[in-house]
């Protein structure tokens, strides 16, 4: 008896925080999205579905931008992530680990801090500018501050990692006598890499993709130190709506509505990409 | 930080493609320098301007050389006590999510049990959402029930979302352990709770380390969860987000430096400690 | 730092749809839990009386303001404190007038305490707000007499708080128009170069919703204080053409004044001080400029919350400030107009007592119509668009829409 309760009594701690403080207030949230009132008169629940009407119809623009920049920052993190993570596993040798860590001691800095240098690299007339204005390799006029690009390349900046240590971990993991025995049955470099090394990494740019795609989809930081007029993203309204105009019934409605399309998007990646196969990573 | 950059040893090195005669450019290597010194740029500006000798409030443009800004450091008394926030929250975050997180693992790495798939579930949707998300659903429920934000909400908060990272770490550890060991343990004559603390206690003990280590990390980092919580605490990165306003004292850029210098130096002592334990 | 033995353990798991619907059996036990609203977030009013009966100091007061509004030494408040023993914990946490107030609001109509013991706010919206909600303690003027003798008159007779009942000045401003020469090859007198394709992403304008209002309404030649909503929808429409012909390099809070600097921004919707202050700290040379078509003047109050643990110390330090001395010494390094007239007569003391570059510095202060204003130029200064309850949220979305696209 007491060995079957085990289990329970291990997980219960852990498994309780979990319930008490993301389960539930995940329903709380679509509770406090249903109601109505204002500020003063307080709110209550009419199970009031316009909410989500106002917030789709009047933040939809903001919705599609944000998805748009995370699947751009995704799409260059894999662009810069693979090759790197593939050099790293292939040919980094003894070195390995020391590159790996390399990637991720930028992370010791805080990200607001991270991000907030850039602001200050990227200033028009800043260091990297400045010096190129100098040397007339950039036009006087030319600047990326407070621009969608700064904003994109910003949040690819920051989420890199996720992107190159699922991939890394793949290949590394990887049979190299497998692409050997590519060779051997006189495969092309480009047939090998396309054949045999893609399919078997595809689960950890998944993974990375997931990871990647999700936290910028969401961030606002980015958007707020980079961006300029027209670049605010879908975090930046949940906030503003949360904390500084009180609206309590929009801005949850907005955060379940983000939350309905990033789960859906998930779904139907993974469908695409074979579904179940990849959502596990082989360990082995 | 740990268990995870050891480089496996099956990594058959001897068995990869003879190398090429002809010496070519290295493009790969060029293209993963190229990545570092991207990741680098702005970390190097940070740490320059922590010695700029500024004269007014905005830490822009270099004026000249100080190390005036270390010895002053700790000169901001309200950014001083964001600091000290933000290393109580996470070392209470460590303790807290790395005890019960480890537990979790252990349950969920060693046990099979009712509800194991959804906690799997649940323990992946925490790891997959938003951070946006999560601060504005825990600030509806601090909202419906009435609790004040502040330093309670923001450790309730990170002990949410890095639990499930300790935990996930501890599981992948228990479910490599080797059964036999423990079993051999019992063999021996060890009581259940003698073979826990002897045999598995020691051998999850990197794991442990390991998530803990990364609930602090995350912890200490967090910006967008906290702002949805803290009500009038302010943490590190809070203070940072608030003087960017006004201007970033260089205060700021010193501590910056100071904790990637910490962070710096675990991290080769890890990987030499690892190199040797290898060798 | 995300490892791999992590990764691995995160992509093992395999869920089924039956987790699935245990996980919403789950959810919508917590959602019947939870089917209850937030109680309404008024706080009954308290007599004057009623509220300091008992209240006694306690020797230490938190106090938070905006950024740049007393010198970075605290000269006033040491001063106080060697005077009083009071010791102050004074924090720059109001950048955003709008943020500060939506992140006091919970706990306000919780009636917890806001970790400030007096805080300043801007006679708009929010403080409208706080003062129907009924947060703001009243004022005991007979523990003030300080404020009750030096206070100007047109601070009396006040429309955000008539009477001074929960509210006193700490100083006000001018929102006009900085530009910094280094770039900016004209001289720029009015609204409309805000416009001007010329300076295209390269013109700051503040994200404040009432400020960013009232230029898009000067512009189209409406005063602010008769607007009505079709004015706001063409003032919004002209911010928005503004917007989308990439004029507006970023819509700012607080923090034009570094970008003026570095050139990132050329000119910029600026308050008065701010500039002063930047020139005079950094040795910048920024231009601040009253457009013909009319500024902007707003006040800024300092009030005690009803939560405030310190009230007692709190209105100690209200009343200190409108010392004409004290008052002088804030004036002369925050540059914005002071509710103490007598300042001016102390400050222009100093300056005949002073010599060379101070003295200079101290006569342009005195001179200066942007710190001590005569009548006729208030005539060009205008207020805040007056709102009346209901339409708060119909007036700060049409800008919203404009600042948060």
Same mark, same amino acid.
């Given at each position: 008896m007491r060995r079957k309760l085990t289990p329970y009594l291990l997980a219960l701690p852990g498994w309780a925080w979990l319930a008490l403080f993301f389960v539930v207030p995940l329903a709380g949230m679509i509770s406090l999205s249903l109601t109505s009132g204002n500020v003063i008169t307080g709110f209550t629940q009419t199970f009031n579905v316009g909410n989500y009407v106002e917030a789709i119809t009047t933040y939809s623009e903001q919705l599609v931008r944000s998805l748009l920049y995370g699947l751009g920052a995704t799409l260059i993190c894999v662009a810069i992530g693979y090759p790197a993570a593939y050099w790293i596993a292939f040919h980094g040798g003894k070195h390995k680990s020391t590159y790996l860590l390399l990637i991720l001691l930028p992370f010791f800095v805080s990200f607001v801090l991270r991000t907030i240098s850039w602001k200050f690299t990227l200033s028009d007339n800043g260091v990297v500018l400045g010096t190129l204005k100098t040397i007339g390799l950039l036009p006087a006029d030319f600047s990326v501050l407070n621009t969608a690009p700064a904003v994109v390349l910003g949040l690819a900046y920051n989420f890199l990692p996720f992107m190159v240590l699922p991939i890394y971990a793949v290949l590394e993991r990887m049979d190299h006598r497998v692409v050997e025995a590519a060779h051997d049955l006189y495969a092309s470099k480009l047939q090998a890499f396309l054949r045999v090394v893609l399919p078997i990494s595809l689960p950890g740019v998944f993974a990375g993709g997931l990871m990647t795609f999700i936290p910028t989809t969401a961030d606002y930081v980015n958007a707020s130190v980079l961006g300029g007029p027209g670049n605010t993203m879908i975090g930046s309204i949940i906030k503003t709506q949360y904390l500084v105009n009180n609206d309590y019934p929009i801005a949850a409605a907005i955060t379940f509505v983000l939350m309905a399309v990033l789960l859906i998007g998930i779904f139907s990646y993974a469908r695409a990409l074979g579904t179940e196969r990849v959502m596990e990573v082989q360990a082995k | 930080m740990t268990s995870g950059l050891d480089t496996p040893t099956k990594a058959p090195a001897e068995v990869r493609a003879p190398t090429r005669p002809r010496r070519r450019?290295?493009?790969?290597?060029?293209?993963?320098?190229?990545?570092?010194?991207?990741?680098?740029?702005?970390?190097?500006?940070?740490?320059?301007?922590?010695?700029?000798?500024?004269?007014?409030?905005?830490?822009?443009?270099?004026?000249?050389?100080?190390?005036?800004w270390y010895g002053q450091a700790f000169d901001h008394a309200d950014l001083t006590q964001a600091l000290l926030y933000t290393l109580a929250i996470g070392v209470l975050t460590m303790l807290i999510a790395g005890t019960i997180g480890s537990l979790l693992g252990l349950a969920l790495g060693r046990h099979r049990f009712r509800g194991q798939g959804t906690t799997n579930l649940v323990m992946f949707a925490a790891i997959c959402a938003p951070e946006v998300v999560l601060g504005a659903a825990l600030l509806s429920l601090f909202l419906l029930v009435g609790i004040a934000t502040g330093f309670v909400a923001i450790l309730l908060a990170h002990v949410m979302f890095t639990v499930s990272f300790v935990a996930i770490t501890v599981r992948a550890r228990v479910i490599t352990l080797d059964p036999n060991l423990e079993e051999a343990a019992r063999d021996l004559g060890a009581g259940a709770w003698t073979t826990f603390r002897l045999v598995t206690l020691p051998m999850l003990l990197p794991a442990i380390m390991a998530g803990g280590l990364l609930a602090f990390a995350l912890s200490i980092d967090d910006y967008i969860i906290t702002s949805f919580v803290a009500g009038e605490v302010t943490t590190f990165p809070l203070w940072i987000w608030g003087a960017t306003r006004v201007g970033i004292p260089p205060q700021v850029n010193v501590m910056g430096t100071l904790i990637f210098g910490v962070g710096v130096t675990l991290a080769i002592i890890n990987v030499v400690v690892a190199k040797r334990r290898r060798s | 730092m995300r490892t791999n033995t992590l990764l691995r353990g995160m992509t093992q798991a395999r869920y089924g749809r039956r987790d699935m619907l245990k996980l919403s059996a789950m959810a919508a036990a917590g959602l019947g839990l939870s089917a209850c609203g937030v109680s309404g977030q008024k706080q009954e009013a308290v007599a004057a009386d009623d509220f300091w009966q008992g209240k006694k100091e306690t020797g230490s007061l938190r106090f938070a303001n905006w950024p740049l509004y007393i010198d970075s030494k605290r000269t006033q408040l040491k001063q106080f404190t060697k005077e009083t023993g009071i010791k102050v914990d004074?924090?720059? @946490?109001? +950048? @955003? %007038?709008?943020?500060?107030?939506?992140?006091? +609001?919970?706990?306000?109509?919780?009636?917890?305490? =806001?970790?400030? !013991?007096?805080?300043?706010?801007? *006679?708009? %919206?929010?403080?409208?707000?706080?003062l129907a909600l009924g947060y703001l303690a009243p004022l005991d003027h007979g523990r003030m007499p300080n404020f009750t003798d030096n206070v100007g008159d047109a601070y009396r007779n006040n429309s955000y708080d008539p009477g001074n009942k929960h509210t006193a000045p700490y100083a006000s401003g001018i929102t006009g128009i900085a530009y910094n020469p280094k770039y900016v090859d004209r001289e720029i007198t009015s609204i409309a170069?805000? $416009?001007?394709?010329?300076?295209?992403?390269?013109?700051?304008?503040?994200?404040?919703?009432? /400020?960013?209002?009232?230029?898009? #309404?000067?512009? *189209?030649?409406?005063?602010?204080? /008769?607007?009505? /909503?079709?004015? $706001?929808?063409?003032?919004?429409?002209?911010?928005?053409?503004?917007?989308? @012909?990439? %004029?507006?390099?970023?819509?700012?809070? +607080?923090?034009?004044?570094?970008? #003026? =600097?570095?050139?990132?921004?050329? #000119?910029?919707?600026? $308050?008065?001080? !701010?500039?002063? +202050?930047? *020139?005079? /700290?950094?040795?910048?040379?920024?231009?601040?400029?009253?457009?013909?078509?009319?500024? =902007? %003047? $707003?006040? @800024?109050?300092m009030c005690v919350p009803t939560t405030s643990e310190a009230p007692v110390d709190a209105l100690k330090l209200i009343d200190f400030l409108y010392r004409p001395e004290i008052a002088a010494g804030l004036t002369e390094y925050i540059t914005y107009i002071t509710p103490v007239p007598e300042a001016q007569e102390v400050l222009r003391e100093q300056a005949q007592q002073a010599s060379g570059g101070k003295r200079e510095d101290l006569e342009r202060l005195v001179e200066s119509p942007l710190v001590f204003p005569a009548e006729e130029d208030y005539a060009r200064l205008h207020n805040y668009v007056a709102l009346e309850p209901g339409q708060e949220k119909s007036f700060t979305s049409k800008f919203h829409a404009v600042t948060q696209a």
């Open positions: - | 450019v290295d493009w790969g290597k060029w293209f993963t320098w190229g990545v570092l010194a991207w990741l680098f740029a702005p970390i190097t500006f940070m740490i320059a301007f922590s010695f700029n000798d500024i004269q007014g409030r905005h830490n822009v443009t270099w004026e000249g050389f100080t190390l005036k | 004074y924090r720059e @946490d109001v +950048q @955003d %007038i709008a943020a500060f107030a939506g992140k006091l +609001q919970p706990q306000l109509a919780n009636g917890d305490s =806001t970790g400030y !013991d007096m805080f300043v706010l801007t *006679n708009g %919206i929010e403080l409208a707000r706080f170069d805000l $416009w001007d394709p010329k300076f295209k992403g390269k013109v700051g304008m503040m994200s404040d919703p009432q /400020e960013i209002a009232n230029f898009g #309404l000067l512009l *189209n030649g409406v005063n602010p204080a /008769e607007s009505t /909503e079709s004015d $706001w929808q063409a003032a919004a429409e002209k911010l928005k053409q503004q917007r989308d @012909d990439g %004029i507006v390099r970023s819509y700012y809070a +607080q923090d034009f004044v570094q970008p #003026l =600097t570095n050139g990132d921004v050329w #000119l910029s919707m600026a $308050w008065s001080g !701010d500039i002063y +202050q930047q *020139n005079a /700290e950094a040795g910048t040379d920024l231009k601040f400029v009253v457009p013909e078509e009319g500024a =902007t %003047i $707003w006040t @800024d109050v």
